[in-house]
């Protein structure tokens, strides 16, 4: 009989655990969201307003975010700076996948990867309409929960 009590008991609270812990994690992914759309928009308000280089728009990005968030800004414009590739998706993918203690999912990923393809372009508008593509990704996600 205690076995049985002792197995419900285990069984309702690993349950209640894992509800809580995958409860958390959608709310650490749509915070980080949210942090990623307040950068974006500073990327696009320095793009548009400012003409700023990449590298020093990427620390401002940074700067208005937090942590987690904030790395990948920063070791992009780390990277831009060392000038790892000369690619700039590839630097900025390898940014994206390589940061640690992100809640973004796989295709969070991929959508704001994307944005690597227009980041650095010489035509502004390219740049902006990326950044703009990637704002209204995390928009739709909200509008769909």
């Known amino acids: ?12 609270l690993s349950g209640t655990g894992l509800g809580i812990y995958y409860g958390m994690d959608t709310e650490l992914r749509r915070r980080e969201l949210e942090e990623l759309k307040r950068a974006l928009m500073v990327m696009y308000s320095e793009t548009e307003f400012g003409h700023t280089h990449l590298a020093p728009m990427c620390r401002r990005a940074a700067g208005s975010c937090e942590r987690g968030i904030s790395d990948i800004f920063i070791s992009f414009a780390e990277g831009l700076k060392r000038r790892d590739t000369e690619d700039i998706w590839e630097l900025w993918q390898s940014c994206l996948n390589s940061a640690q203690g992100v809640h973004l999912a796989d295709e969070d990923r991929e959508a704001i990867g994307a944005l690597g393809k227009s980041l650095g372009a010489e035509d502004i508008n390219l740049q902006l309409s990326g ?15």
Do not use: E, Q
């Open 1 to 12: 009989m205690f076995i049985k009590l002792f197995g419900a008991l285990l069984l309702i």
């Open 131 to 145: 950044i703009r593509l990637a704002v209204s990704y995390i928009c739709l996600l909200y509008t769909s929960d």
